[in-house]
């Protein structure tokens, strides 16, 4: 007997989510379930660990912010200091900022928004991200609170199955992706042969086809874009 997904979109996306092929159908997706909550901008975005200096504009994977707004962000302030990010790191619970007192975040008074709503969400292969909805509105309902984040959630789980599932592996192999994460964990050629039960050769063999499929001239840089593309959490 197979299993069948019987979860329901509470905010009517079933339809628009069934049809979404690309980034623009999922842009519009995320923008309209802003407008509805009463927000006016949306980001989706993506959360590295291992990033040493990670900026607000290189994070994000989808939004509808005014041009360059990150950017400006960026050229004066340090993303990693800000309390949301901080937060984003810390906890998976969903929460909401609001600026009740002029005591908000720093990042949020810099672009200039006076609610924060943040939907901490996880991919299937691990990978971390958050949907925050930005805006100058009242705290919403509890029940409005609990079908943004439902819906946010729901909207993400499509997303990254015909997104960024879809654009994973850039060619590689099963064996090379294992290689791959075995790098990245800093193992040695010589250890990775020992563990994957293959000869130390080989494992420079997989290496060197790895940094040509990924246009890169060395393991940092393999490793880097890797997490960055999201080949690997």
Request: aromatic share 10%; proline share 4%.
């Amino acid at each position: 007997m197979s299993l069948q997904l019987k979860n329901q979109c509470p905010g009517n996306y079933q339809n628009e989510l069934a049809k979404a092929v690309n980034r623009v159908d999922f842009f519009r997706i995320f923008h309209s379930m802003a407008l509805r909550a009463g927000f006016e901008h949306f980001c989706l975005m993506r959360l590295f660990a291992d990033v040493p200096s990670p900026t607000l504009s290189t994070q994000l994977e989808l939004h509808d912010l005014p041009a360059g707004l990150a950017e400006a962000y960026d050229a004066r302030f340090a993303f990693s200091d800000s309390g949301l990010f901080k937060m984003l790191q810390e906890t998976t619970l969903p929460t909401y900022w609001i600026d009740a007192d002029g005591s908000q975040d720093e990042l949020m008074r810099q672009l200039g928004f006076e609610l924060a709503l943040c939907v901490p969400v996880q991919g299937l292969n691990g990978s971390r991200h958050a949907i925050i909805f930005l805006g100058d509105r009242d705290v919403p309902t509890m029940e409005l609170l609990h079908a943004v984040y439902y819906d946010a959630a729901y909207a993400f789980d499509f997303y990254f199955r015909e997104i960024l599932a879809n654009k994973k592996g850039m060619g590689l192999t099963p064996r090379e992706l294992e290689i791959l994460k075995w790098i990245s964990h800093g193992k040695t050629a010589g250890e990775i042969a020992l563990i994957v039960s293959v000869s130390e050769h080989t494992v420079n063999s997989h290496t060197a086809t790895i940094l040509k499929k990924l246009d890169v001239v060395n393991r940092t840089q393999m490793v880097a874009k890797a997490i960055r593309e999201q080949i690997i959490p």
